[in-house]
């Protein structure tokens, strides 16, 4: 079957640095995407990976290994608004979107 | 630039009751058109998603059906509606053109089932 996992739920620190992991076994692979969602809102898209490496985008940060099925987001320099949920998200080999159920990100003062 | 909608926002419903969910989509043509429903602490799950007008597929055996009547409209209807409905419904559309397929989400419906 095919499977996403990542931690339920985490807790930092405003100003801190967080990374949130997710690792998948899926029917072919191609390309892994990380969405922030805010309670009662629709997801909105942060990155998106399909070869192995980091990848940068202001504060937030992607890594792909596909040898390893494993991704991280990186949060940099942590505030307030960054509390949500972030979802990874895989797209199989018949190019459909497998989400993992969300990592919820608490960040506290 | 292109747009999705969708309403009603919020739905209370009684249990029995129908229900249909509209999205539109703006600013783009030929579009794949999705449904997801979101359970409270959960993944989305994709219910339905549809490649062209008249053309729908189906994820999961379920009590809800999808229709799409225009390019860029794509109706989420149920006869019957069970406790179970309850959640956060998403419409989304996603270009195949560039270098990945990222989606597109509407604003949601959040539907409540007594």
């Known amino acids: 079957g095919q499977n996403i996992d990542q931690p339920t739920e985490m807790t930092a620190t405003e100003g801190a640095i967080v990374q949130i992991n997710c690792t998948y076994q899926?029917?072919?692979?191609?390309?892994l995407f990380w969405y922030q969602q805010h309670a009662g809102e629709a997801p909105t898209f942060l990155s998106y990976?399909?070869l192995d490496g980091l990848e940068e985008k202001g504060r937030f940060s992607s890594f792909l290994s596909r040898s390893k099925g494993y991704s991280y987001l990186l949060l940099k320099e942590l505030q307030m608004k960054d509390s949500a949920s972030y979802l990874c998200?895989?797209?199989?080999?018949?190019?459909?979107?497998?989400w993992g159920a969300g990592t919820k990100l608490i960040i506290k003062p | 630039s292109q747009t999705i909608h969708q309403w009603p926002a919020t739905l209370v419903q009684p249990v029995g009751s129908p229900l249909s969910l509209e999205c539109t989509v703006e600013?783009?043509?030929?579009?794949?058109l999705y449904w997801y429903r979101q359970a409270a602490g959960r993944g989305l799950q994709l219910l339905f998603y549809?490649?062209?007008?008249?053309?729908i597929s189906s994820e999961v055996p379920q009590n809800l059906s999808a229709s799409r009547p225009q390019d860029r409209q794509f109706i989420l209807s149920s006869k019957k509606l069970l406790l179970s409905d309850s959640g956060f419904y998403l419409c989304?559309?996603?270009?195949?053109?560039?270098?990945?397929?990222?989606?597109?989400f509407g604003p949601g419906t959040r539907l409540t089932v007594l």
């Open positions: 989304a559309w996603r270009e195949l053109a560039g270098d990945y397929n990222e989606q597109f």
């Open positions: 600013g783009t043509s030929n579009p794949n």
């Open positions: 549809s490649v062209g007008i008249g053309q």
């Open positions: 899926t029917s072919g692979f191609n390309g």
């Open positions: 990976n399909v």
């Open positions: 998200v895989v797209m199989d080999s018949n190019y459909q979107l497998i």
